[in-house]
């Protein structure tokens, strides 16, 4: 059994953490067969150069448009490159433990029933001070369409996903989300009868920089709410606990300093998390 990995960067994305993202990649202790990485648009002289810099080392396919059309898109162009029986995701953003990708292919080579895989992640966040704030996150081992911890949170994290490619490629991503591809993306696998599962250790540092906060435009909250509550309500019904969705969407405005100090602390991880960290 194989897998490639599928990753896009555009021109905004910095150029120092990408090499990171590549890198983390390179160091695997199992490694894919290819990597597609899609150029989402013309990019900047310095993302070329790093893109250089590791297609000499890496098996990287790179492809690429010329206008940005969005993650969605890219992902979905992305796809259609890729024949191996398992895709990765990546972000350009994010760094894999060096066993990640070995550890999630023992887990489809021993058990032929499952088809999407994630893991845990280590968020980290590196203040004006240069201090490193970092928190574990564990999603629920098995998710299913009636698990009640989709009131609260998504069931996976994207970064860390590992997919049947033949079913990534009949659902693809949809590119009318608002950026929330990812979120629609798990509920429609749900509701057909698909099963989400997630080891249970962190196995991404997944970053979080200030521009994490500002991307959370409005429009991407209101669209984050409506497939939340669309898909709940198809789901479960009418359930007084669609006021998680409703209170996440009241933080999202939230003055930046305020969302980003509530990110940061405990209260968001009693609120929103369903497993400790060990």
């Known amino acids: 059994m194989n897998f490639s990995v599928l990753q896009a960067v555009y021109k905004n994305d910095s150029p120092s953490f990408l090499d990171e993202s590549l890198n983390s990649i390179s160091m695997q202790s199992r490694q894919p067969k290819y990597i597609v990485l899609v150029k989402d648009g013309e990019i900047s002289e310095e993302l070329q150069s790093v893109l ?7 098996p990287l396919r790179i492809i690429g448009y010329e206008n ?13 490159f890729i024949d191996t029986d398992i895709v990765a995701r990546m972000d350009s953003d994010d760094i ?7 550890k999630q292919m023992k887990e489809f080579e021993n058990d032929n029933d499952i088809v999407i895989l994630g893991t845990g992640i280590k968020e980290f966040y590196i203040d004006s001070n240069n201090i490193k704030h970092e928190k574990i996150r564990l999603y629920d081992e098995f998710v299913t369409k009636t698990s009640q911890s989709l009131f609260k949170a998504t069931p996976l994290g994207h970064p860390t996903l590992m ?7 009949q659902y693809k991503y949809s590119e009318n989300t608002s950026m ?3 979120i629609d993306l798990w509920f ?25 906060f500002k991307r959370r435009s409005v429009t991407k909250a209101i669209n984050e ?49 369903t497993k400790k960290a060990n």
Do not use: C
């Open 225 to 273: 709410y409506k497939i939340y509550s669309k898909n709940l309500r198809k789901i479960f019904g009418n359930n007084i606990k669609i006021l998680y969705p409703i209170l996440r969407l009241v933080m999202r405005f939230l003055p930046y300093s305020v969302n980003k100090k509530i990110y940061l602390s405990d209260i968001r991880k009693k609120f929103l998390e």
């Open 52 to 58: 250089d810099k590791w297609s000499a080392v890496l």
């Open 188 to 212: 429609r696998l749900l509701r057909d009868g698909y099963i989400i599962r997630n080891l249970q250790e962190p196995l991404l540092h997944f970053r979080i920089t200030d521009g994490t």
């Open 163 to 169: 997919i049947r490619t033949e079913v990534l490629k």
């Open 68 to 80: 940005n059309h969005g993650l969605a898109y890219a992902l979905n162009y992305g796809l259609t």
């Open 180 to 182: 929330n591809e990812d």
């Open 96 to 102: 894999a433990y060096p066993d990640r990708f070995e």
